[in-house]
């Protein structure tokens, strides 16, 4: 593809690139997907108020995200098995998004450990964590992620089981892959990622492996999820694990007000209004739905961002001027490593910065801090109006 003019195109050369078990992993929501589908219309059912005659010049984007500089709100989201879609995949996003001035979380489910990524990054990550029904492995990874000196844990507190995900199920989702016909079929046009992914040790669960027992088969997330995570986890247990931590604590997953309620209740500096990407409770409501009641319950006690169905610079946009403080990326930035690595993710970041960018001076904003619900022209009934 001669050039790259917005997500979209990374994602096509991502489907060409990399093994169609990972790239469905990615691109999968739990049952029939109307959650997966729905993150993403429901931003286009949001209109933007187009101001002519303000004076557009030195603009700028920047802000914070629990008090850290960032180029603009953006982070990267944990996502599982990066390290699948290209070699190495998560020190690449990792270096990618420090050198752009965003913030990258590293999730439990990475194939790069903690220790591998800190080594080749010099800014403080962040890192992600699961509960897990073993108090002593939460104990051991929450040091672990002390020593190497992340800045904040993120509790994902909406997977206590897995969704379904219907072409895992069917592919046989495993890291590193199982070697069926279909996978080696499909492997022989994908030889670049064949190639590159010879060339590292990093091919397992690195988190995980040597560190955990019991396990049917280590290679496998739904086994891995049904066996160890904890199902009995509540908000005594979240309690637990941010003391535990003892630092910044954001909690992800969070699609209710009363649950964002006792999120803030409870100390979350940040708390991330998100349905995991529709890969959960198919059937739930889009995360910028959600948005607007949580950022009026909760706004003024804790930040609030928000994940799922984020896809460009104009999405990222509609979501601050609805009240997110800032916003995290899963997809849109896969789609770039897949497709070109580390280039790949830095061409994704600087596709959304300038989509933002060029979107704020339209709508006559030079700030991305001054974005507000001004700046929007909703629905109405798009956020309530429920039975
Ligand atoms: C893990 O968090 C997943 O959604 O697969």
Same mark, same amino acid.
């Given at each position: 593809m001669a050039t790259i003019t917005c997500i979209d195109d990374l994602k096509q050369l991502y489907r060409r690139r990399v093994p169609r078990m990972f790239y469905d992993y990615a691109e999968s929501g739990s049952w029939t997907e109307q959650t997966f589908r729905e993150n993403v219309s429901d931003f286009s059912r949001i209109h933007l108020r187009q101001r002519v005659a303000v004076d557009m010049t030195n603009r700028s984007t920047a802000t914070t995200m629990l008090g850290q500089d960032v180029a603009m709100p953006v982070a990267l989201a944990p996502v599982g098995l990066t390290g699948m879609q290209s070699a190495d995949g998560e020190i690449k %996003? %990792?270096? %990618?998004? @420090?050198?752009?001035?965003? +913030?990258?979380? =590293?999730?439990?489910?990475?194939?790069?450990?903690i220790e591998d990524v800190a080594e080749h990054v010099s800014k403080p990550f962040w890192f992600q964590i699961y509960a897990l029904n073993d108090d002593d492995f939460n104990r051991r990874i929450i040091d672990r992620a002390k020593a190497a000196g992340c800045s904040a844990l993120v509790i994902t507190v909406d997977l206590q089981i897995l969704g379904q995900r219907h072409k895992d199920l069917k592919n046989g989702l495993s890291a590193p892959p199982k070697f069926t016909l279909?996978? =080696? =079929?499909? =492997? %022989?046009? /994908? *030889?670049? *990622? #064949?190639? @590159?992914?010879? #060339?590292? /040790?990093?091919?397992?669960? #690195?988190?995980?492996?040597?560190?955990? @027992? #019991?396990?049917?088969? +280590?290679?496998s997330l739904s086994a891995w999820t049904a066996e160890k995570f904890d199902p009995a986890l509540n908000w005594d247990r979240i309690r637990r694990l941010m003391d535990m931590w003892g630092g910044k604590v954001v909690l992800k997953g969070v699609l209710d007000v009363e649950d964002a309620e006792r999120a803030a209740e409870i100390g979350a500096d940040a708390i991330v209004v998100s349905n995991h990407g529709g890969r959960q409770l198919d059937g739930a409501p889009s995360s910028i739905r959600m948005l607007r009641p949580i950022v009026d319950a909760v706004g003024n006690k804790t930040e609030v961002w928000m994940d799922s169905g984020i896809r460009s610079g104009q999405d990222v946009l509609k979501a601050v001027a609805m009240g997110a403080r800032g916003v995290m990326i899963g997809r849109a930035y896969v789609y770039g490593l897949g497709a070109m690595g580390e280039a790949g993710v830095t061409r994704a970041l600087e596709i959304i910065h300038k989509e933002l960018d060029t979107t704020m001076a339209l709508c006559g904003e030079r700030r991305v801090t001054e974005l507000g619900r001004h700046n929007l022209l909703v629905p109405r009934g798009f956020s309530d109006g429920w039975e």
């Open positions: %996003a %990792a270096r %990618a998004a @420090e050198r752009f001035g965003v +913030p990258f979380t =590293l999730s439990t489910m990475s194939i790069c450990s279909p996978v =080696l =079929l499909d =492997l %022989a046009t /994908k *030889w670049r *990622w #064949g190639f @590159e992914m010879l #060339g590292t /040790k990093r091919r397992f669960f #690195g988190n995980i492996v040597g560190h955990v @027992e #019991g396990v049917s088969d +280590p290679s």
